[in-house]
């Protein structure tokens, strides 16, 4: 039996760095400017604004967030946040103008504090259930790398686009 949990511990490893690489693949980034000012006709101080609901709305929901994560487990905090991510994608596309545009940053980044320190704690957990927490800064290091090259590679591509 204990075999059964040492791989299903095993298998969180590759599933957080896959999920961590997706969720910082954002081909839209070297447009998203653009995208504001073109399709709903923002002026720059708008788009400043619309981004600033996305790190105002990351202070204020990182803590009850991180609640969820410690109260529920790792795995229902990210999955709500890959649904409120979704949803967030959704009203991006939908949004008619400037107020709902901000409020759907804001709730994109609800989503994304919800897995801020869900996709890292569950890393570290599988490996402490496994006795190997002891790779944890090696495997933490490799993993915002991957999130800095996903972003990048993501980046590039979208520009390309």
Do not use: H
Not at 75 to 96: C, D, H, Y
Not at 100 to 115: E, I, R, V
Not at 124 to 142: C, F, I, N
């Amino acid at each position: 039996m204990r075999f059964l949990f040492e791989r299903s511990y095993r298998a969180n490893i590759p599933k957080v760095f896959l999920y961590q690489f997706m969720l910082g693949f954002l081909l839209f980034l070297p447009f998203w400017v653009i995208f504001l000012q073109r399709r709903l006709d923002l002026s720059i101080t708008q788009v400043t604004l619309v981004d600033v609901a996305f790190w105002f709305g990351m202070t204020l929901t990182e803590i009850p967030t991180g609640a969820v994560a410690d109260t529920y487990g790792r795995k229902l905090s990210i999955a709500i946040g890959l649904v409120t991510i979704s949803i967030a994608t959704v009203w991006f596309a939908l949004a008619p103008g400037f107020w709902w545009m901000l409020l759907a940053n804001f709730l994109w980044s609800t989503g994304f504090t919800f897995d801020s320190g869900a996709g890292t704690s569950l890393l570290y957990e599988s490996l402490k259930q496994l006795g190997e927490e002891g790779r944890y800064a090696e495997l933490r290091g490799y993993l915002d790398g991957m999130n800095f090259a996903s972003v990048g590679l993501a980046s590039l591509i979208g520009g390309l686009i």
